[in-house]
């Protein structure tokens, strides 16, 4: 029926289809190909000097800083899918339950830090992690707690600071996407399940985290690709300091082409970061198959 529909509309939905599909190859698919193609040549953004073939590959993995930033993104897209997905999953199976009352209060509330602004996100936990002055140092002295840290300079807590500003910024949209795909699950499993006598948390591991598989699937590629693609909130709060111990692909991408003025190398590192977010879709996508066929 539905090879039947397209026959008889093929004209028009290609019509349609045809302003969005020139978009995305202007917009995504044609500089995608500029990356590969200028990654291996020597270019200084206007002009292509010399041809370099693996040059600038073999040159961003011999680099000092390679290392500490492909562990940096690996941690930093960690933090983002444990945070955000564990948390989004959590907030989502609460916000589904009946019982619960001034549910749409609380989504409102947790979607208010992805409304904020990047700069004014990054000023506002840049005080708060403050060494002398920062909120959290100072709730620590109200306690009478005689503890203390300069979270912004020292080599992992100010990873994992970041990471956590990144987070807690985005985790509303992600509980949103979550919540959706729980919402759409059909209510007949669930009323099935309560008649035989299944609890709450029964309901949830049985019926709606499987179905609600391929959502959450969607969610940890996202923050998985926002992990190794993250720039602006690092580049506010630390700069990739203190040293490089906030350091990541993107930042040491950064350096290259605005610092250096070496955009051959900074695309070889730009290739590099697709290639892993593209592998990262692909084994993800491989690895939770079978909940495609769930409804089947």
Not at 137 to 148: E, F, R, T, V
Not at 267 to 295: E, H, K, P
């Amino acid at each position: 029926m539905n090879a039947t529909l397209f026959r008889k509309n093929k004209g028009w939905l290609i019509l349609f289809a045809a302003p969005a599909a020139v978009l995305f190859g202007i917009v995504i698919v044609i500089p995608l190909f500029q990356t590969f193609y200028y990654s291996f040549f020597e270019w200084n953004g206007i002009r292509t000097e010399a041809f370099r073939g693996l040059d600038n590959y073999r040159k961003m993995f011999t680099s000092r800083e390679i290392n500490t930033s492909l562990i940096n993104s690996i941690v930093y897209a960690v933090f983002l899918v444990v945070y955000q997905v564990g948390l989004g999953t959590a907030f989502a199976f609460i916000l589904t339950q009946a019982r619960v009352k001034g549910r749409l209060i609380f989504r409102n509330l947790y979607f208010i830090p992805v409304l904020l602004s990047v700069s004014v996100v990054a000023q506002l936990w840049i005080w708060i992690y403050n060494g002398e002055y920062g909120l959290i140092n100072q709730l620590m002295k109200a306690l009478g707690i005689n503890w203390s840290q300069n979270w912004l300079n020292q080599k992992w807590t100010s990873l994992l600071a970041v990471a956590f500003v990144e987070a807690w910024k985005g985790m509303g949209y992600i509980m949103l996407i979550i919540y959706a795909g729980v919402r759409n699950i059909p209510e007949v499993y669930n009323e099935a399940a309560a008649i035989d006598g299944a609890s709450a948390l029964q309901k949830f591991r049985h019926i709606t985290l499987p179905l609600a598989a391929p959502t959450i699937r969607v969610t940890v590629v996202m923050c998985l690709t926002n992990g190794f693609r993250a720039f602006d909130t690092t580049y506010l709060m630390t700069g990739g300091g203190p040293g490089i111990f906030t350091y990541n692909l993107t930042i040491m991408m950064y350096e290259a082409m605005m610092r250096k003025v070496d955009y051959g190398y900074g695309s070889a590192i730009a290739a590099f970061i697709v290639v892993i977010c593209v592998g990262l879709m692909y084994a993800i996508n491989r690895a939770t198959q079978r909940y495609d066929r769930i409804y089947e």
